[in-house]
């Protein structure tokens, strides 16, 4: 007797949005809870994006040696009122978000958040490093990012070699973005401007692996 091969049913056009509107966002506080339970571990690999716990990608040697750059050469260029803080975590309460870029550049003083969570609006600048990751930093928290009005966005492209600037978010929710892209390469220099000030320039180089 023959096997009969029935395909599944195909879906149809926008079924995947309609998932996603459909599925149970998380909320910031929800997720705390949630980690403060143990559910994600002793030492949680996870961020909140748009309601959704997104696995965080592991990070390759030279993914480590460029925060290390960046983390050095800010050092030396931030003024004071302003500090850098590596791959902790920013609040967004409005879009059921809590990502935890690589590097943020916050306004103020270290114990100004000792017993508060870091926002969009205490951000002068947010960094991520992309290797393995490109297509998800430009994309999906390039959106998040601009929705959250984070003033300027820099995304590290180890594999082009290369800095993208990304300035003046514009727009609401999905449909937000950055108005405006400058590239850099490794032998360009690049100013370090925290709310329409310069604060000095480096090269990109410096800051590659």
Known sequence: MATAVIEPPKAEPGTWQVLMERRHRITVDEYHRMIDSGAFGPEPRVELLEGVIVEKMSKNPPHNLTCDLIQHRLGRLLPP????????????????????????????????????????????????????????????????????????????????????????????GETAVYARTQIFGPDDEVPLTLDGREFGRFLVGEILP
Not at 102 to 107: A, E, F, I, N
Not at 119 to 130: K, R, S
Not at 149 to 166: F, T
């Open 81 to 172: 009122g302003y500090f850098h803080s590596m791959a902790t975590s920013m609040a967004i309460e409005d879009r059921d978000g809590e990502p935890e870029p690589d590097t943020m550049v916050l306004r103020g003083d270290l114990r100004d958040y000792a017993s508060r969570r870091r926002t969009p609006a205490d951000v002068a600048l947010v960094i991520e490093v992309a290797d393995t990751s490109y297509d998800y930093n430009r994309q999906v928290k390039w959106v998040a990012y601009a929705a959250a009005r984070v003033p300027v966005y820099w995304i590290v492209d180890v594999n082009r070699r290369r800095l993208e600037v990304h300035t003046d978010p514009t727009g609401e």
